[in-house]
């Protein structure tokens, strides 16, 4: 790929329009893959439990079958309603047969997702390591829908982003070593582990999901431990603001449950792009290094 290393604009083009087609992919995930995981739980609860009479699923769902369709008059989606963002504007957010509101969602996925390919084009340039961190980026945006409909963060998504950042350092495709990709997932792992222990010991309740802690030792291989502190500190931040907006909006309690994925897997993509400025300038600003 030498044409893109003499012109570095062009990579930029394609990974943008690639993340266009790949954000358009990630609403299918988002939507399919709690679905599926669903599926696999009755079906594996019907064989091990026959006693209970459980009903296994009728159809088998799967990332690409059965074709996409209008949840409201489940007509089959054309192809021409599937191009990213384009679509969604020439039928005005409405679907073409019974004309009924389509999310906003689908296209702001599609949106984000070619930002943050931009971005690292931008940022890093053609090469493997950048190809890699796309894989990276596709799978946090996509736990992260996930997490805020269903308060879950499937394995499907946690572990082979874990494994493929060990893989990475392993390979030498990262500037993290594979020392520090290691420590840097058992220590995200293990911080939320003790957090969530130390929590139930004193209050008889669980704080959060194992997926966290999956999420944050994914985390912790890609970028190293050395990005953990910002990391948690983000994260923490963040999730406590949009969390007592979500409950002050929704009129709820604090006992109410909400996501903390979204905003491990926001503090995580911050801290690639922006973890070690944002370090320095705190060494700098608060400690005078």
């Known amino acids: 790929m030498d044409i893109f290393i003499y012109y570095p604009w062009l990579f930029t083009l394609f990974a943008t329009l690639f993340g266009l087609i790949i954000g358009s992919f990630l609403n299918v995930v988002i939507h399919r893959l709690p679905k599926m995981m669903e599926q696999e739980w009755r079906q594996e609860c019907a064989e091990s439990f026959p006693e209970y009479h459980i009903e296994p699923p009728k159809q088998t769902l799967s990332l690409s079958k059965p074709r996409s369709r209008c949840p409201k008059c489940h007509t089959q989606i054309r ?29 702001c996925v599609e949106i984000i997702t070619a930002l943050a390919c931009y971005l690292l084009a931008d940022r890093f340039g053609y090469s493997p390591y950048t190809l890699g961190l796309m894989f990276f980026t596709f799978v946090l945006i996509a736990a992260t829908f996930i997490d805020f409909d269903t308060l879950l963060l499937p394995d499907q998504l946690t572990l082979p982003l874990l494994w493929a950042g060990l893989a990475m350092a392993l390979l030498g495709l990262t500037s993290v070593s594979l020392t520090d990709a290691v ?103 608060f400690l005078g290094w």
């Open 79 to 107: 192809a021409i309603d599937n191009i990213p963002v384009l679509s969604w504007l020439l039928l005005k957010g409405r679907c073409h047969h019974c004309h009924e509101p389509i999310s906003a969602r689908y296209p």
């Open 183 to 285: 420590i840097g997932a058992m220590a995200g792992y293990l911080v939320l582990w003790s957090l969530y222990w130390a929590f139930k010991l004193l209050t008889g309740k669980e704080g959060m999901g194992y997926g966290d802690f999956k999420l944050l030792a994914a985390l912790g291989a890609w970028l190293g431990w050395q990005q953990l502190p910002i990391i948690i500190l983000l994260s923490s931040l963040v999730g406590l603001c949009f969390g007592l907006v979500q409950l002050k909006l929704q009129k709820q309690g604090l006992e109410t449950a909400f996501p903390f994925g979204p905003y491990l897997a926001i503090a995580g993509w911050i801290s690639l792009l922006w973890g070690n400025s944002i370090i320095t300038w705190y060494l700098r600003s």
